[in-house]
């Protein structure tokens, strides 16, 4: 019995060092992560960041870098949950778009030198986790150039898990807390495809170490069929595109998808295109960056930084800022220390993607079943993945509606309009464009915490 005892005691004391040894590893691990300040920004911002790189496949070396920005410590960023924001694209930045452009806690100044705060920032609500991927976009890396033309949905899924798995290692106070995936526009594939895999790995797990419990998706495309007659549909109702060319269109590209169109399709499609004119298709409303001179001499010379739904320029300040070596080295990024041109989107990524599902619907059934918190949600001036897309992709599921169409407020004023179904949630938020965070910050920012409270959005003035 005594040689029994000794041996367990001698266990228990191993696992005590053990995991004492992992604790003080993560712990200087984030120590090294931390960002102390970035290069502009306000002082006294009364949250803590950190950035760096987690390590998703050791023999590639293929390393994937993430923000993270979490909750105000006045509003003990401990009890709040972690959202995972992912890339658009695909091929796009979840750092220059998601985080420096909708939902971040920090915007650019036209100099490309200065940062000010959002005051709609997501972070005041939820610990908010940015993930460029895959390897390639933005300061994400791999040592092996061809991981760079082998992308596609399922590798990305796939190397976005491991980062989740790897950064709860270095993060452990975020183990078993709730979390939430969410993105726009392409993310329409990553956010669920990613969320299928948590929910399937943790199948028999009593209390997961990644708890997810839902996902939410903004202008997302979600089934290629669907998302192009939806995307014609708009182009007609809104005035963009003829009688003659909405019929062209529905004839030549029936048989073709979105991502391989026939011939004729393409042709159908370049007559529509320059039947649009010079607009911008992603917010059909709102101004193109080369007529910002016009917006510029009716302000004296001043930018309107202060309301930046006005500037169709925000992306070139992302391009200046990022690309500072200061602001690199800041945000632990680059650490190659070999000068490095950043970008918001990758051509090479872009131009390579090697695998893209037709439809994630089936994904939805699946999580759906599984009684995850799903919304979608939709800026109902976009052509490019519009509400029309959306909706009838929706309604392919074929779900039983459990609150009819109805408008919601924010301010005392209509901000778009919603409709529960059994296991999905529909938003749309009134005069915004692709970018919802970004032409409607409010308005956002009062649908993230509907959806985080898991309440209907508010249908009162």
Known sequence: MGYYYYN???????????????????????????????PGQPKNVGFDQYSGYVTVNEKNGRALFYWLTEAPLSSEPDSKPLVL??????????????????????????????????PYAWNKLANILFLESPAGVGFSYSNKTSDLYTVGDQKNAEDSYIFL?????????????????GGISYAGHYVPQLAQIVYERNKGIN?????????????????????????????????????????????????????????????????????????????????????????????????????????PCFQTYSDLY??????????????????????????????????????????????????????????????????????RSINALKLPTIVNWYPWYDSGKVAGWSQVYKGLTLV????AGHKVAFHKPREAFTLFRSYLENKNMPSSS
């Open 428 to 431: 749309t938020v009134r005069g």
């Open 207 to 311: 209390n997961p170490v990644i708890n997810l419990k839902g996902f939410l998706v903004g202008n997302g495309v979600i089934d290629d069929y669907h998302d192009l007659v939806g995307t014609f549909e708009y182009w007609w109702t809104h005035g963009l595109i003829s009688d003659s060319t909405y019929k062209l269109l529905g004839t030549a590209c029936d048989s073709g998808s979105s991502l391989h169109p026939s011939a004729q399709c393409t042709q159908a499609r370049k007559v529509a295109t320059a039947e649009q004119g010079n607009i911008d298709p992603y917010s059909i409303y709102f101004p193109l960056c080369n007529n910002t001179s016009s917006i510029n001499r009716s302000l004296n010379g001043r930018y309107p930084w202060m309301s930046r739904v006005d500037d």
């Open 8 to 38: 367990y005691s001698i266990l228990c004391v191993v696992l005590f060092l053990s995991i004492e040894i992992s604790l003080a590893s993560s712990t200087e691990d984030q120590k090294r992560d931390k960002i102390t300040e970035l």
């Open 85 to 118: 924001w992912l890339s658009n694209g695909a091929g796009c930045s979840a750092i220059s778009y998601g985080a420096a452009e909708e939902i971040g806690p920090f915007h650019i100044k036209p100099d490309g030198k200065t940062l000010y705060s959002n």
């Open 165 to 181: 798995v790897n950064w709860l290692e270095r993060f452990p106070q975020y183990k078993h807390r709730e979390l939430y995936i």
């Open 322 to 391: 990022f690309n500072r070596p200061e602001v690199q080295k800041a945000l632990h990024a680059n650490v190659t220390g070999i000068p490095y041109t950043w970008k918001g989107c990758s051509d090479i990524v872009m131009n390579n993607w090697a695998d893209s599902a037709l439809s994630v619907l089936p994904i939805y059934r699946e999580l759906i079943n599984a009684s995850l918190r799903i919304w979608v949600f939709s800026g109902d001036a976009d052509a490019i993945v519009p509400l029309t897309a959306t909706r």
